[in-house]
C-alpha cells in the first residue's frame, strides 16, 4: 500500500492528534517518594522502574534505592514496581493537592520474565505485560563476570532465544554475524539495527554496502559493534520480528537491539575500578601435509604415490613422509590481554551522572595481530523543571586494530601451514609458496576508529496525562583502513609485494536521528485505559571516504608519498535517508488485557522514484489471564499472560539501486590518459521496500511461586517484495544484475525460555536459565523466470532456490562407492558421483540451546557458566577440501589405512571437483564462559578503604564437543558476508583465560 | 493554580492538532522529496551523456571496454581477458594453478556456470556495447570522423572474437535507454561474422573518406580476418592488400589505474597462474623448445601457484604497462600467406605462401623456412607461422578451429587431448567456449547451436 507522499504525512499527524483522548484536568501536582528494597536481605534494588499506573508517570530507583516521582495529580494512584529477576509489587498511595507521599516496597526475587519494561520505538518505556510480542532482555553480566566476555558480541552470543551470533574466527578483532528469527531478505543486508540510548548507530557489514572495512586481509572483518564497550552496558533488549517492530520502520525487518548505557544514581559518589590480565591461546590441532612416495610399477623410477594411485596400479608406495608446518615451525604466541577501567557515579535528585573510561589490550595468537581500544563515556541526566527532564549520553572510542592475513589469502598464515609442503625446507619451513609467516608478517593492515555516539533525550510533561519525548543525537565514525608492504623485502617474485605498496582509504560515517513524539494516557470508563502515541523519525546514514593506493614503494617510507606507481585513487559518497511517522493507540481494561493498533509510515531516498510513501502496520493483544478473579489461584501455576501480535516492517533498497548509472575510469589512448566511462548499474525506477509481515503468539507463565517461568513464543514471518538480483542475460553488455521486487522468503520458528531460581538461600543460591530455540527459513518464490542464485567459494557451493533456505549448501552427490577388488584403497572409477547438484543443508543453526547458570556460596563466592548447542546446519570444510582436492596433501587420499570414506569423499572433490563430502555436520556444544567470583569481606575491603572488593577468574572458549571434523565448526571464512559460510584457512576460535579485580568506593 | 488549569482540554487537543497538522502539510507537501533527496556525485548519469561533448567520454569509455575485455586488467579487477581464456583452451597456456574455473577451460571442460567463463562473456558483450554506443553516438553528433571508424572497428573485432571463440549461438542483445531490454536471436558462426564485417566495411568506408590511416588499415585487417575466418580466403586477402607490413594499431595499457594494467603480465609474474607450454599433451605446438625469437619466455626458476608445478614465464609482455597489437600489417601479409595457399599458389616466388613467410622473417632476422610437400605439411607450416607471430594476441584459438572447421583436421589432433597435464580427468573435447548458463535470461536463448 503506497500513497502519494505530499499528504501522508500531515494525514498521519492530524489524525493521530485528533485521535487523542479527552484530556484530564491538570491537577495540582504533588510527588511520591519512597524506597524499594530486598525482600529478603533488605538491601537497596536499583534501577527499579516504579509507575503510577493509568498515567505515563514514573522514575527509576537509583544505586540506595530510593525514587522520586513528581508532577503527580492529587488523588489515590496504584503505583507498580518492576524490576527484572523480581515478582512485580503494587500498592496504593493516597496524594493531597501539592502534597508528598511516601511509598515503600519490598521485592522478592522471582524467576519473573512477566515483568520488566522495555523501551519501545517511540522513544517511551512500556511493561512487558502490555506487549503482545516477546522481546528478549539481555542481563548483562557483574563487571567481575564480565572478565569472561571482552566484546559485545560474545555478550549477545547466547543469551537470547532466536538470536544467532556466528563467530567468524578466532583472530583478535574478527567480528560476528548477528541473525536474528533468520534471513529475511535474498540480496539486502540481514543484520539487525543498533540503537544505543535512543539513535540508531553505523552497524555495516560489506554486504550492507558501506562495509565494516575497506582492506581485504583474505575474508576476517571487524563488527562494528564490537565497538561498544561492553562495560558501559546497562542492559540490552532485542525486538525480534515485525510482529513488535512496525514502529521502527523501513530498515527495521532484521530485528533491533536496543543497548541502554549505564546511568548515574541519585547519591553520593560511587566509584568503581577494574583491572583484568589474562591470556589468549592457540588451542587448535593443525592437520599434516602428506605426500604419498614410491615407485612406478612400470619403469621402477620414485614418483609420487597416491592411494588412488595404488588402487590404478601404477606405482608401489614406499612411505608418506609429513611435515606441519604450523606445529613444528609454529607462527603462534601466547597472546595477552589486558583492561584497565574505572567509573563513577552519583548527583543529586536534580542532577546525575555517569562517567567512565576505560582501556583495553588484547594481542591475539600471532604476534602483529593486536587491537587497543580507549573507551570514555559520560551520561548526565536532569530533571530541569518538576516537568521535564533531560537525559545526554556520550560515548567516545578509540581504537587501533592491526590484522593478520588469513583466510582466502595467498599471504594467509594458516593456508600457508595447512597448504604447504610435505617436508621441512630451510628457507620456506615448508610453507606454501615459500613465504615463512616472518615474511608475512611485514604486511602491515590497520584499522584505526575514532567514534563519537552521542544522543539528547528531552521529556516534557505538560499535563498529567501528555508526554512529549524528543530524541536527536549522531554516530560520527572516522576510520582509517590501511595497509602497508615494504618493498623488496618479502619473498615474493612480484608486485606489488616485491616494489612495496600502500594503501589508504579514509571514511567518515555519520548516522543522525531526530526523533519527536507525544504519549497521552486517559482513564476512561469501565475500567479502561488509553494510551495514545504520534510521532516523527529521522533518520539520516552518511558515508563518505576517499581511497588511496600506490606502489614501488620507497625503502624507509610506509606512506602514499613514497609511492611510485600504479597509483588508484577512488571516493565515495554514500546517503540514505528515512523521514517516517507514526501514531498507536492502546487501550487496557483493568491492567491486564491489553489492545494495541499501530500505524508507521514510511518514505526512503533510495526507493525508486516512481513509488511512493509505505505504512506498515501492527496489532497487539496481551492478557494477563492469572489476575482474572476466576483463574485459580495456585502455587503451582502462580501466573499466565497470553499474547499476540502482528505487524509488518520492511527492508529499504541499498545505495543506487535503483539508479542506472556509469562509473567514471580513465583509459590510455595514443599514449594519453584520458577520462572515460564504464557501464556501471541497471536501475529500475519501480524499487520499492522489502515487505516483512509476521504473526506471532504465546504465553508467559509463571510456576511454583514464579520460582520458575516458562515463556514460549512461535513466529511465522514472511517478506514479501524481497529484492531479487536478477541476473541480466550477459548478452544485453550491460550490469550483471538489476534489483527487482520479485522474491518471498519465510521464516517459522518456536522460542523458549525457561528461567528458575532452583535454590534460594543465605548460604546457597542457584538459578539457571534456558534459552531454547528452532527455526525453519524457506525460500519461497524468487519470482518467474529467476533461474537459483549460485554462489559461494569455489562459485556454486551455496544457492537461493525456491523451496530450500536461503544460502542452502549444494553439490553433485556421492552416489556411492565401493573397493570392488578389496585393496583398500579406491580408484577414482570406483566412485560414484550424481551429475545434478542436489542440496546438501543449511549453513545456518536451525536449533539452539543455551544455558546460563549462577551459583551462589556463601554469598562471597559465585559461578556462572554458559553452554551452548547449536546444531540442524553444515558447514563446508573447504580447508580439507582443497587439501585433497586441489592440493593433495590431506592424509585421506595419501595413506592407504585412511577410510574408504575419507578416500572417496577426497576422489569427488579431486576427479569430480565436487566438494559434498565436506559439506559437514556442523552440530556442537561449547562451554563458552566459566567465571568464578569471590567477594572479599566488607572489613577486608575496608583495609583497602574500599566498599567492596572482589576477584574473578574467568575462562572462555573452554571446550568444545562436536562431529566435525574441521578445526571448529563455527568457523566463517566469508565473516559477515549475507551468506557465504565456510570453513577456509580461518583462525580457530581462541582460548581465553583471564582474572579481573574489581574495587568499588 | 497550575498555569494549564483554566484552558480546555478539547480547546487545547483542536488547536494542537490543527497546528502539528498545518505544519506537517506543509513540510509534507514542499519539501519532503527534498529531505530525501541526495546527492551522488561519484557516477555519471545517461542523462549527462549526450550531446557532442560526451563524444570523447564515449569513445574512451569504448576503449576502456575493449582493453579489459582483450588482454584482462590487474589489480582488484583481475580480469583474465581473452587473449588469456584462449591461451588455455587452445595451446598456448598450461595452468598451474588451482581455481577449478580457470583449471576447466584448460581442460577443455568447462561447465555453463563457470564464473570465469560468464564473467569474461559478459565483458566482450560491454565492449560490444560501449563500441556501438559511441558509434551511435558519432552517427548523430559527428558523422564521419575517424573517430567513428575506430569505435566501429572495436565493435566488429567483439564480433570477431565471439565467432572464433564460441559455439555458434550467441544472441546480440542491447538495454534501450529507457531500461527495457532487446532481446537478440541466437546466431551462427557466419551470421556473428557477417556482423563484424559490416562493422568493419561501415569502417573502413568513414576512415577512407576522412583520409585516416591507421583507421582505415585497423579496419582493412578486421575485415580480413573476419572474411578468413569464413573460409573467403581471396576476399580476405583483397580486404587487407593496401596495409602496409610495419601497421601496428596498439591497445594500450598503463600502470595509472589497476584496470588499466596488462592481465597478461600480471597473472603470470604477480599471480603464477599459468605457464608457456611446449606441445602441450603432444598436440600442442613447441613453443618453448623451438626457441623461436617470436615466442618469448624464460624459465624463473619458481614454482607456480599450485605450489607444485613448474611454471615458464611469457616475456612478451614483461610490464604492467606493455602495449598488445590488436591488428598488423604482419597479420595482413599472413592473410595473403593463406589465400596464396588456398589458391594453390604456395611456391610461386614473391606471391606464394612460402615467400611471403620467408618474407616476414626475414624481416626480422630469422633463418627462411624451407618448402615442404603436401597440402597437410604446407598447411602445418603456415599455421605454425600464424601461432609464433600472433602468439598471445588471441589469433591462435580462431586458428585452431579453422584447422577442425575449414581445413578438416581431427579435434583430438589440433587440441590438447588424453591426459591433462595436471592429473585427474583426462581433457574433455570442448573446441570452442560454450554459452553461459546466464545467457538463459534471454528468452530467446537456444544453447549451443553446434560445437564450433
Keep these: 500500500m503506497h500513497v502519494p507522499r505530499s499528504l501522508a504525512m500531515a494525514a498521519l499527524a492530524a489524525l493521530a492528534w485528533l485521535a487523542l483522548p479527552s484530556a484530564a484536568h491538570a491537577q495540582n501536582a504533588g510527588r511520591i517518594s519512597g524506597q524499594v528494597v530486598d525482600s529478603v536481605s533488605r538491601a537497596a534494588i536499583p534501577n527499579a522502574q516504579v509507575v503510577v499506573v493509568g498515567t505515563t508517570l514514573g522514575a527509576r530507583t537509583g544505586d540506595d534505592g530510593r525514587y522520586i516521582i513528581v508532577n503527580v495529580p492529587a488523588g489515590t494512584h496504584q503505583l507498580r514496581v518492576m524490576r527484572l529477576g523480581y515478582a512485580a509489587a503494587t500498592g496504593a498511595v493516597t496524594l493531597a493537592a501539592g502534597g508528598t507521599a511516601s511509598a515503600d516496597f519490598a521485592m522478592a526475587q522471582r524467576a519473573a520474565i512477566l515483568e520488566g519494561v522495555v523501551t519501545t520505538a517511540t522513544g517511551e518505556t512500556q511493561e512487558r505485560r502490555e506487549l503482545g510480542n516477546a522481546p528478549a532482555t539481555i542481563e548483562v553480566p557483574n563487571r567481575g563476570e564480565l572478565a569472561a566476555v571482552p566484546s559485545f ?24 554475524r548477528i541473525r536474528i528469527r533468520g534471513s529475511n531478505s535474498v540480496s539486502l543486508s540481514n543484520d539487525p539495527i543498533i540503537i544505543i540510548d535512543g539513535v540508531r548507530v553505523d552497524n555495516a557489514t560489506d554486504d550492507a554496502g558501506l562495509g565494516a572495512t575497506s582492506l581485504d586481509v583474505g575474508g576476517q572483518v571487524p563488527s562494528r559493534f564490537d565497538d561498544l564497550n561492553p562495560e558501559d552496558i546497562e542492559s540490552i533488549e532485542i525486538i525480534k520480528g515485525p510482529a513488535g517492530l512496525a514502529l521502527y520502520g523501513t530498515g527495521a525487518a532484521n530485528g533491533v537491539i536496543q543497548v541502554t548505557t549505564k546511568r548515574g544514581r541519585a547519591g553520593v559518589a560511587r566509584w568503581n575500578t577494574f583491572y583484568e590480565k589474562g591470556t589468549v591461546r592457540e588451542v587448535t590441532d593443525f592437520p599434516n601435509n602428506y605426500r604419498g612416495w614410491g615407485t612406478s610399477t612400470t619403469t621402477g623410477a620414485a614418483r609420487a604415490c597416491r592411494t588412488y594411485n595404488i588402487a590404478a596400479g601404477v606405482c608401489d608406495l614406499d612411505s608418506i613422509p609429513n611435515w606441519n608446518p604450523l606445529e613444528n615451525v609454529s607462527p603462534f604466541v601466547n597472546g595477552a590481554r589486558e583492561q584497565l577501567g574505572a567509573n563513577v557515579s552519583g548527583g543529586t535528585a536534580g542532577l546525575t551522572y555517569y562517567l567512565a573510561a576505560d ?111 524528543g530524541v536527536t543525537g ?101 546517503q540514505n535517508i528515512t523521514l517516517g511517522g507514526y501514531l498507536q493507540q492502546q487501550i487496557a481494561w483493568r491492567e491486564r488485557l491489553f489492545v494495541t493498533a499501530a500505524l508507521r509510515g514510511d518514505d526512503n531516498s ?101 520460582r520458575a517461568t516458562l515463556a514460549l513464543t512461535y513466529y511465522d514471518k514472511t517478506t514479501r517484495d524481497a529484492l531479487v538480483a536478477r541476473i541480466l542475460a550477459p548478452g544485453l553488455g550491460s550490469d550483471t544484475t538489476q534489483f527487482v521486487n520479485l522474491g518471498e522468503v519465510s521464516n517459522r520458528g518456536l522460542e523458549a525460555q525457561l528461567d528458575a531460581r532452583l535454590l534460594q538461600g543465605d548460604r546457597f543460591a542457584w538459578d539457571a536459565t534456558l534459552n531454547f530455540s528452532v527455526s525453519r527459513n524457506r525460500v519461497e518464490d524468487l519470482g518467474a523466470g529467476i533461474s537459483p542464485i549460485v554462489f559461494g567459494l569455489g562459485g556454486d557451493s551455496q544457492r537461493h532456490e525456491a523451496g530450500y533456505p536461503l544460502g542452502a549448501y549444494f553439490g553433485r552427490p556421492i552416489l556411492g562407492y565401493a573397493d570392488t577388488n578389496n585393496d583398500g584403497v579406491l580408484a577414482d572409477t570406483e566412485v560414484q558421483v550424481g551429475d545434478d547438484p542436489v542440496y546438501m543443508g543449511t549453513p545456518f543453526p536451525t536449533r539452539q540451546l543455551a544455558l546460563n547458570t549462577n551459583i551462589t556460596l556463601f554469598q562471597w563466592m559465585r559461578i556462572s557458566a554458559l553452554a551452548e548447542y547449536r546444531g540442524g546446519n553444515r558447514l563446508f570444510n573447504s580447508t580439507e577440501e582443497f587439501r585433497c582436492g586441489t592440493f593433495v596433501n590431506c592424509h585421506a587420499l595419501n595413506d592407504p589405512s585412511s577410510s574408504l570414506r575419507d578416500q572417496a569423499e577426497g576422489i569427488a572433490a579431486l576427479f569430480y571437483t565436487t566438494p559434498v563430502g565436506y559439506m559437514e555436520d556442523a552440530d556442537f556444544v561449547k562451554l563458552r564462559e566459566v567465571a568464578l567470583t569471590f567477594t572479599a569481606p566488607d572489613d577486608l575491603a575496608r583495609r583497602f578503604r574500599a566498599s567492596g572488593l572482589s576477584l574473578t577468574i574467568a575462562g572462555r572458549n573452554l571446550a568444545t564437543w562436536t562431529e566435525y571434523e574441521g578445526a571448529d565448526p563455527e568457523l566463517n571464512g566469508g565473516a559477515q558476508s549475507n551468506f557465504s559460510t565456510f570453513d577456509f584457512f580461518s583462525q580457530p576460535l581462541v582460548r581465553y583465560y583471564t582474572s579481573r579485580i574489581t574495587v568499588t568506593f | ?217 585497423l579496419a582493412r585487417v578486421g575485415l580480413g580476418r573476419a572474411l578468413l575466418d569464413k573460409g573467403d580466403y581471396a576476399a580476405a586477402a583483397a580486404a587487407v592488400a593496401g596495409v602496409p607490413t610495419d601497421f601496428e594499431y596498439l591497445i594500450e595499457y598503463s600502470v595509472n589505474t589497476p584496470r588499466q594494467g596488462n592481465g597478461l603480465y600480471d597473472f603470470v609474474y604477480n599471480q603464477q597462474r599459468w605457464r608457456v607450454t611446449d606441445a602441450e599433451s603432444g598436440e600442442g605446438l613447441p613453443y618453448r623448445s623451438d626457441d623461436d625469437p617470436r615466442v618469448q619466455w624464460f624459465e624463473p626458476d619458481e614454482i607456480g601457484f599450485d605450489n607444485e608445478s613448474e611454471i615458464f614465464y611469457q616475456a612478451k609482455y614483461d610490464d604492467l604497462a606493455d602495449d598488445i597489437v590488436l591488428a598488423s600489417g604482419i597479420e595482413a601479409r599472413l592473410i595473403e600467406a593463406e589465400a596464396a595457399l588456398a589458391a594453390g599458389n604456395y611456391a610461386t616466388a614473391g606471391t606464394g605462401t612460402l615467400a611471403i613467410l620467408n618474407a616476414l622473417r626475414a624481416a626480422e632476422g630469422i633463418a627462411d623456412l624451407p618448402a615442404v610437400a603436401g597440402a597437410d605439411a604446407q598447411e602445418d607450416q603456415l599455421f605454425k607461422e600464424r601461432a609464433y607471430w600472433l602468439w598471445l594476441t588471441g589469433h591462435r584459438l580462431g586458428d585452431m578451429r579453422r584447422l577442425v572447421r575449414q581445413y578438416g583436421r581431427d579435434a583430438a589432433a589440433v587440441y590438447p587431448s588424453g591426459d591433462y597435464h595436471k592429473g585427474g580427468e583426462a581433457y574433455g573435447t570442448q573446441i570452442s567456449f560454450p554459452i553461459p548458463q546466464d545467457e538463459q535470461n534471454n528468452p530467446n536463448y537456444a544453447g549451443c547451436l553446434g560445437p564450433g
Excluded at chain 1, 558480541?153 to 560476528?176: D, E, F, I
Excluded at chain 1, 586494530?401 to 595467498?410: E, H
Excluded at chain 2, 579489459?68 to 589489480?75: F, I, T
Excluded at chain 2, 588469456?84 to 555453463?112: C, P
Design chain 1, 606 to 706: 533510495a526507493f525508486g522514484t516512481d513509488f511512493g510513501f509505505i505504512f506498515y502496520p501492527s496489532f497487539q493483544a496481551s492478557w494477563v489471564v492469572a489476575e482474572e478473579p476466576w483463574f485459580p489461584q495456585t502455587d503451582w501455576v502462580s501466573s499466565l499472560r497470553l499474547r499476540t501480535a502482528y505487524g509488518a516492517t520492511g527492508q529499504r533498497p541499498g545505495f543506487r539501486q535503483a539508479q542506472t548509472f556509469y562509473s567514471p575510469v580513465t583509459v590510455q589512448i595514443v599514449g594519453a590518459e584520458v577520462p572515460a566511462v564504464a557501464i556501471g548499474g541497471s536501475g529500475n525506477p519501480d524499487l520499492k521496500p522489502e515487505r516483512s509481515s509476521e504473526i506471532e503468539a504465546g504465553f508467559d507463565l509463571g510456576l511454583l511461586n514464579d
Design chain 1, 359 to 469: 582501556q583495553e589490550r588484547e594481542d591475539g595468537v600471532y604476534e602483529i595481530n593486536k587491537l587497543r581500544r580507549t573507551n570514555a563515556r559520560a551520561n548526565f541526566r536532569a530533571q530541569v523543571s518538576p516537568e521535564l527532564d533531560v537525559s545526554v549520553s556520550t560515548g567516545y572510542l578509540t581504537s587501533d586494530l592491526r590484522f593478520p592475513q588469513n583466510d582466502n589469502n595467498t599471504f594467509g598464515i594458516i593456508p600457508g601451514g595447512v597448504l604447504g609442503s610435505w617436508r621441512d625446507d630451510p628457507v620456506s619451513r615448508g610453507y606454501y609458496l615459500g613465504y615463512p609467516p616472518t615474511e608475512l608478517f611485514i604486511i602491515n593492515t590497520r584499522q584505526q576508529v575514532d567514534r563519537f555516539t552521542g544522543s539528547a533525550t528531552a521529556t516534557w510533561q505538560p499535563l498529567g496525562w501528555l508526554r512529549l519525548t
Design chain 2, 1 to 217: 493554580m497550575h498555569r494549564h488549569a483554566s484552558l480546555r482540554p478539547l480547546a487545547v487537543r483542536l488547536l494542537a492538532a490543527g497546528s502539528i497538522g498545518a505544519a506537517a502539510l506543509a513540510l509534507s507537501a514542499c519539501s519532503i522529496d527534498d529531505i530525501l533527496h541526495v546527492d551522488d556525485p561519484d557516477v555519471a548519469s545517461p542523462g549527462s551523456l549526450t550531446g557532442p561533448e560526451a563524444l570523447p567520454v564515449l569513445r574512451g569509455g569504448a576503449f576502456s571496454e575493449f582493453q579489459v575485455s582483450y588482454g584482462g586488467s590487474d589489480g582488484a579487477f583481475q580480469t583474465e581477458g581473452w587473449i588469456t581464456l584462449s591461451a588455455l583452451l587452445g595451446d598456448e597456456f598450461e595452468n598451474v594453478e588451482t581455481f577449478t574455473d580457470r583449471l576447466d577451460i584448460d581442460q577443455r571442460a568447462m561447465v555453463l556456470t563457470n564464473a570465469t567463463l560468464t564473467n569474461n562473456y559478459l565483458d566482450l558483450h560491454r565492449a560490444r556495447r560501449a563500441a556501438e554506443v559511441a558509434a551511435e553516438a558519432y552517427a548523430e553528433f559527428d558523422p564521419g570522423a575517424p573517430e567513428q571508424s575506430e569505435v566501429l572497428s572495436l565493435a566488429g573485432f567483439t564480433y570477431v572474437m565471439f565467432g572464433e571463440y564460441f559455439c555458434p549461438g550467441v544472441p546480440y542483445s542491447r538495454q534501450l535507454p529507457s531500461g527495457q531490454s532487446e532481446f537478440g536471436q541466437p546466431t551462427t558462426t557466419d551470421e556473428t561474422l557477417d556482423l563484424a564485417i559490416a562493422r568493419f566495411e561501415e569502417a573502413l568506408d568513414i576512415a577512407v573518406a576522412a583520409e585516416a590511416d591507421d583507421a582505415a588499415n
Design chain 1, 474 to 574: 549522531l554516530d560520527l565514525n572516522n576510520r582509517h583502513d590501511n595497509e602497508m608492504a615494504p618493498g623488496g623485502i618479502v619473498l615474493a617474485e612480484g608486485p606489488p609485494l616485491s616494489y612495496g605498496f600502500r594503501q589508504s582509504n579514509r571514511f567518515q560515517t555519520g548516522v543522525y536521528t531526530a526523533n519527536g513524539g507525544a504519549t497521552a494516557t486517559h482513564q476512561l470508563p469501565r475500567d479502561l485505559r488509553s494510551t495514545s502515541s504520534l510521532g516523527v523519525q529521522f533518520n539520516n546514514e552518511i558515508f563518505r571516504g576517499n581511497q588511496a593506493y600506490g606502489e614501488d614503494l620507497l625503502s624507509g617510507t610506509g606512506s602514499l608519498n613514497g609511492t611510485n606507481r600504479n597509483f588508484a585513487v577512488a571516493e565515495v559518497n554514500q
Design chain 1, 153 to 176: 558480541s560474545n555478550l549477545v552470543t547466547g543469551r537470547a532465544a532466536g538470536v544467532a551470533v556466528q563467530t567468524s574466527g578466532g583472530t583478535t578483532g574478527s567480528g560476528s
